[in-house]
């Protein structure tokens, strides 16, 4: 079975400054998709940023890149500017590439963001 | 396009007593899901279905029951409640396969007591 792992529940950045959020993985496939989510107080879950594991190069949507180790099985969000509309729940989330395609999610990393 | 749409928003519910949670998607998706998250931790996958007609468990399907006999609907059907399933209940649904984005629901928060 696949496992995600998040090891920070808390993060915090000054408004403007970068951060970076620690995700792990476990698996023996090679074909799969990882993704971060983001779910503010709201409660909606938002997709922040995906990577196809065939790509070698690491996916970037405006403000938020990933760093994906393939070989080390990591895949870390790093937030560049900071702003405080970014505090929020942050998942990692796995995707095996079969029949179903459901996701296994990591733990959460709760990113807080001082003025 | 209203995306996922869930109700109710919010339940409380006896233990023992049974609800239904309704989950109704627009957009035409082949695959959907429900999940649950408990307090301060990730969404766990109860069940899902990849189209009409089609359900299969998920890593937490005890105590619950689903039914997809449209594209747009996908009910969880919970049986005689128990304390443990007080959580929040997400349904989503995506395109087959890919990197394709599964769509959320703005959840449903359940409480048994």
């Known amino acids: 079975a696949q496992t995600v792992t998040q090891s920070q529940p808390e993060m915090s950045v000054q408004e403007a400054e970068t951060v970076t959020l620690s995700c792990t993985y476990d698996?023996?496939?090679?074909?799969?998709?990882l993704f971060w989510y983001k779910q503010p107080p709201s409660r909606q879950m938002i997709l922040v940023i995906r990577?196809?594991?065939?790509?070698?190069q690491n996916a970037t949507e405006n403000r938020f890149s990933v760093n994906f180790q393939k070989a080390a099985k990591s895949f870390s969000l790093k937030i560049s500017d900071s702003q405080l509309g970014d505090a929020a729940m942050y998942f990692c989330?796995?995707?095996?590439?079969?029949?179903?395609?459901?996701?296994?999610f990591g733990g959460g990393t709760r990113l807080m963001v001082k003025p | 396009n209203a995306g996922v749409t869930q109700t109710p928003k919010f339940r409380i519910l006896k233990i023992g007593q049974s609800m239904t949670l309704q989950c109704t998607q627009d957009?035409?998706?082949?695959?959907m899901y429900w999940y649950r998250q408990d307090p301060g931790m990730g969404l766990k996958l109860i069940y899902y279905?990849?189209?009409?007609?089609?359900?299969d468990k998920g890593e937490v399907p005890n105590g619950y029951n689903v039914s997809r006999s449209t594209t747009e609907d996908f009910p969880l059907r919970l049986e005689l409640a128990a304390p443990s399933q007080t959580s929040v209940y997400f349904c989503?649904?995506?395109?087959?396969?890919?990197?394709?984005?599964?769509?959320f629901g703005p959840g449903t928060r359940l409480t048994v007591t």
């Open positions: 989503a649904s995506s395109y087959a396969g890919g990197s394709y984005e599964q769509y």
């Open positions: 698996t023996s496939e090679s074909d799969y998709y």
């Open positions: 990577q196809e594991a065939y790509k070698q």
């Open positions: 989330a796995y995707r095996r590439n079969n029949a179903g395609n459901m996701l296994t």
């Open positions: 957009m035409n998706h082949n695959y």
């Open positions: 279905s990849v189209g009409a007609g089609i359900t």
